[in-house]
Antibody, heavy 118, light 110 residues
């Protein structure tokens, strides 16, 4: 069964850092692009970042560029999101998702909650 | 303010048909494929439509997608109460070099 399992969400103070992980299973992890998408409480989906299968290319939303870094360890079948200089507006459920075709994502994790508050 | 524009809500009776629109620009919908997602309350999004009009395995043909110019549409026929959910369109924006979603549409099956 294809599965994604996020972890690492927590309550963190403004200006702090956090690293999210997404453990993948059931597919060849090194193949597809992988994405992070977030959803603030009661709000819509917002795309955050993506990384190519071999890790050679990355893209970021303007709102996180320079603060967040996406990476992957294909040997460990794990996707990461390093989040620095966190702001209150980064508070959200963070989902990792597997690319399927032309940016569409067919497998999503259950999400991990990040709360930025003092 | 989302890059893609969707109506905040739509409603229809069980058994009826509904359409949800998604409006963008030449740098996103006009030049790339559109996908659609269903998000039931408290759950992760689920892919309904990819590459404008294709359905992943397991998605019933009650769900359909189309695209024309800088707009896309999701159609749902034979509405069921279980279809009540938030629906999102999404695509790649070639100018932003970033993914973009619509603001979401809440479907109510009356």
């Amino acid at each position: 069964e294809v599965q994604l399992l996020e972890s690492g969400g927590a309550l963190v103070q403004p200006g702090g850092s956090l690293r999210l992980s997404c453990a993948a299973s059931g597919f060849t992890f090194s193949g597809p692009w992988m994405h992070w998408v977030r959803q603030a409480p009661g709000k819509g989906l917002v795309w955050v970042s993506r990384i190519k299968g071999d890790g050679s290319k990355t893209n970021y939303a303007d709102s996180v560029r320079g603060r967040f870094t996406i990476s992957r360890d294909n040997a460990k079948n794990t996707l990461y999101l390093q989040m620095n200089s966190l702001r209150a507006e980064d508070t959200a459920v963070y989902y990792c998702a597997k690319d399927y075709s032309n940016w569409a994502t067919d497998v999503w994790g259950q999400g991990t909650t990040v709360t930025v508050s003092s | 303010q989302s890059v893609l524009t969707q109506p905040p809500s739509v409603s229809a009776a069980p058994g009826q048909k509904v359409t949800i629109s998604c409006s963008g620009s030449s740098s996103n919908i006009g030049s790339y494929y559109v996908s659609w997602y269903q998000q039931l309350p408290g759950t992760a999004p689920k892919l309904l439509i990819y590459d404008n009009n294709k359905r992943p395995s397991g998605i019933p043909d009650r769900f359909s997608g189309s695209k024309s110019g800088t707009s896309a549409t999701l159609g749902i026929t034979g509405l069921q109460t279980g279809d009540e959910a938030d629906y999102y369109c999404g695509t790649w924006d070639t100018s932003l070099s970033a993914g973009v979603f619509g603001g979401g549409t809440k479907l109510t099956v009356l």
